[in-house]
């Protein structure tokens, strides 16, 4: 018998919550790569977010709510590839490093794309998405027109 343990109550077969193995977590991944086409109304309506926006045109609510997100919702890594018309100066890059959310703003290699990336707290990828997005939305000072590419949020 373990320490600790009722005799009456314990058994061979019942273990401790601490104890017993626990199911393996199932990796989540959304993505989409939003081209010139038009998307089916099930694409549109599973990329819109809950305040109506497309989460490739970004939302500044969810953006917000992101911020404030309750801490049982998953954590979601999200990234977002876009394009510009002109491009985004090297200090607005690094500059986009220092914000307070863990934002990070890349040049791959080809010219006038970028990859914004996160990781946020968020009910549904739909909501990640659209918030990080929503960030250069808010943030029109670094670039002022964008067109978002292709987006993924991925949670385990």
């Known amino acids: 018998m ?7 109550i314990s058994s061979d077969f019942a273990s401790p919550p601490e104890d017993r193995p626990q199911p393996a977590r199932r990796r989540v991944t959304e993505a989409a790569v939003l081209s010139a086409h038009d998307q089916s109304p099930a ?18 609510a969810c953006y917000h709510a992101c911020a404030d997100a309750d801490p049982a919702h998953p954590q979601w890594e999200v990234a977002a590839w876009f394009t510009t018309e002109r491009p985004i100066p090297i200090r607005a890059l690094q500059d986009v490093h220092r914000h307070d959310r863990g934002l990070t703003l890349t040049q791959p290699s080809t010219p006038l794309v ?11 990828g739909v909501e990640a998405v659209a918030g990080v997005v929503g960030f250069l939305v808010q943030n029109r000072h670094i670039v002022d027109a964008f ?10």
């Open 2 to 8: 373990q320490p600790g343990r009722d005799p009456i």
């Open 147 to 156: 067109t978002v590419t292709e987006i993924r949020a991925v949670h385990s």
């Open 114 to 124: 970028y990859l914004l990336s996160a990781r946020v707290t968020a009910a549904l």
């Open 43 to 60: 694409e549109i309506a599973q990329w819109t977010c809950p305040h109506g926006r497309h989460a490739g045109h970004g939302c500044v």
